[in-house]
């Protein structure tokens, strides 16, 4: 069985040891039984292993291809792990424009004196060196980058990453390993909020980390255990459920995505549409390379500012005015008030990120109403 599609269905199908039940039970228990007070059987208390978190741990690893996975409580609590890798002072270095609430953890971890953090734009090579002469530990990736799609060259970023002796950390939120496999690229460390495309129905939060080395696995599981940031049985019980459809779901989003980036650039009142799947994307060539899809997330900036962007978020009857993505329903944002409000005004601009940017997560539903809909946005605003 090497084909992810089949592996994604087939996970945890029949390891019920007890009836024989074609979905994996839900294992709600907090502790179990030991056989004595010397040996502890598989399981012995849920914060540390837990039936259903294992099976998509083992899931996940397999989809990324690592050493093996730690499933956490949320996109932002595997973040924050990965941070037990490296020692305090240690130099992290983050693109300028990742996801807000990255930013503001790093932000706000330095400003404890935790670690020291310097944002970089990643597709400047002369800056990346800058920053990777300063000896950084870890190095995070976000490609594409969170709301404004742009692309980086993971293979020759993680490449220096490594020669510069730093631990290569990607983000893999926005397009699952599905459309690209971060640890094949170099990376030592995929991470994703499974909150997002993962799970794909909006109805969990959670996190994964896979790792390339044992090594780092078994830090990363001793320390989640630690600070007690292991997922919970009903969340891994759900998202192992959304798993089995990433490959339709995907499949589907993203051909909704390319209808509407495309559709996108023929409105006058469209300023600029980030979708890396358009052939005039900076980005296009080496998302061509190294994803398998383009994914289903674009952004785009409307002219008239703040205000026509508010208004035209407003105008939409289908598309949900929402701060997440990756579920099977279509959402927009407004990043400015929204998803990146955490961050400095000035380092959102310094970021690119306009107060007229939009972010769409594209979901499942009918190409054709969700073109209407944006066609009688448009019109409301002019
Ligand atoms: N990474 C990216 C790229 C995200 O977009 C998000 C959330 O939107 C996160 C991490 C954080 O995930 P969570 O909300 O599950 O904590």
Redesign the pocket.
């Known amino acids: 069985m090497t084909d992810p599609k089949t592996k994604i269905v087939q996970a945890g199908i029949g390891t019920d040891p007890a009836h024989g039940s074609i979905a994996p039970p839900l294992y709600l228990s907090s502790t179990y039984l030991w056989p004595n007070p010397s040996e502890k059987g598989q399981y012995d208390y849920g914060r540390s292993n837990n039936p259903n978190r294992d099976i998509l741990a083992e899931a996940l690893a397999d989809l990324d291809g690592g050493a093996g996975a730690v499933v956490t409580s949320?996109?932002?609590s595997a973040?924050d792990l990965v941070l037990n890798l490296i020692k305090a002072d240690d130099l992290v270095i983050a693109p300028h424009d990742c996801?807000g609430?990255?930013h503001r953890l790093l932000t706000h971890r330095a400003d404890q004196g935790r670690i020291r953090v310097e944002f970089v734009d990643q597709s400047n090579t002369a800056a990346l060196d800058a920053a990777l002469a300063k000896k950084p530990a870890l190095v995070m990736i976000?490609t594409p980058s969170?709301p404004l799609m742009r692309v980086v060259d993971v293979k020759s970023i993680c490449a220096t990453v490594k020669a510069a002796g730093a631990i290569a950390v990607v983000?893999n939120?926005?397009l699952s390993p599905l459309r690209l496999r971060p640890l094949d690229l170099g990376a030592d460390i995929a991470l994703q909020?499974t909150?997002?495309f993962i799970n794909g129905h909006s109805d969990i939060?959670?996190?994964c980390v896979v790792a390339k080395s044992a090594d780092h696995v078994e830090q990363l599981a001793w320390w989640a255990n630690c600070a007690g940031i292991t997922a919970s049985a009903f969340d891994c019980h759900q998202t192992l459920r959304g798993l089995r459809t990433l490959a339709l779901r995907l499949d589907a989003a993203e051909s909704n995505a390319k209808a509407i980036a495309a559709f996108l650039t023929t409105q006058t009142n469209v300023t600029a549409v980030h979708y890396p799947g358009l052939s005039t994307h900076a980005g296009h060539a080496i998302a061509a390379a190294q994803q398998s899809g383009f994914g289903a997330m674009l952004s785009f900036e409307v002219s008239g500012g703040l205000e026509a962007a508010t208004r035209f978020c407003q105008a939409l009857k289908i598309f949900g005015l929402a701060a997440?993505?990756g579920g099977v329903e279509s959402l927009i944002c407004l990043p400015e008030t929204m998803?990146h409000r955490g961050m400095a005004e000035s380092a959102r601009r310094e970021a690119g990120i306009s107060e007229s940017l939009l972010r769409l997560s594209v979901g499942i539903e009918a190409e054709s109403d969700l073109l209407t809909d944006l066609a009688q946005a448009f019109s409301a605003i002019s």
Do not use: A, R, W
């Open positions: 949320s996109g932002m973040i996801y609430g990255t976000e969170n983000d939120t926005f909020s909150t997002k939060i959670g996190g997440s993505l998803t």
